[in-house]
Nanobody, 115 residues
Framework: QLVESGGGSVQAGGSLRLSCTAS????????MAWFRQAPGKEREGVAR????????YYADSVKGRVTISQDNAKNTLYLQIASLKPEDTGMYSC???????????WGQGTQVTVS
C-alpha cells in the first residue's frame, strides 16, 4: 500500500527525487515520513510531513538539502535530495500513520547509492 520508487546509483553532488505512492488505508494517514537505513546502521528518520497542514520536519543531517512534499491528486509523497553525499547511501522507505511517530504502514524501500 506504500510503494517507493526513484532510487538508484548517483555520483556525489547529484540529486534524486524519490516517490512513494499510497493506496488503500494509507490514504487516510495524517502523517507521512521518509526513513533511511545505511548498511550496519540503525534506521533514521529523514523527514516527515503532516498531510493536513503541510508542516514539515527535517533531520539535522539532511536539513537544507532535502525537501519532502506531497501531491494529493496523485496520492504520492516525494523526497527531493540535492547535493548527495556518500553518507546518504542507504535504503529509503516511506511510512504513514494516523499520527506521527506511530507508523502503521511501511513501504518496501528503494535503494540509493552515492559514490
Amino acid at each position: 500500500q506504500l510503494v517507493e520508487s526513484g532510487g538508484g546509483s548517483v555520483q556525489a553532488g547529484g540529486s534524486l527525487r524519490l516517490s512513494c505512492t499510497a493506496s488503500g488505508n494509507t490514504l487516510h494517514s495524517s502523517c507521512m515520513a521518509w526513513f533511511r537505513q545505511a548498511p550496519g546502521k540503525e534506521r533514521e528518520g529523514v523527514a516527515r510531513i503532516a498531510t493536513g497542514s503541510g508542516n514539515t520536519y527535517y533531520a539535522d543531517s539532511v536539513k537544507g538539502r532535502v525537501t519532502i512534499s506531497q501531491d494529493n491528486a496523485k496520492n504520492t509523497l516525494y523526497l527531493q535530495i540535492a547535493s548527495l553525499k556518500p553518507e546518504d547511501t542507504g535504503m529509503y522507505s516511506c511510512a504513514a500513520g494516523l499520527v506521527c511517530y506511530h507508523w502503521a504502514y511501511w513501504g518496501q524501500g528503494t535503494q540509493v547509492t552515492v559514490s
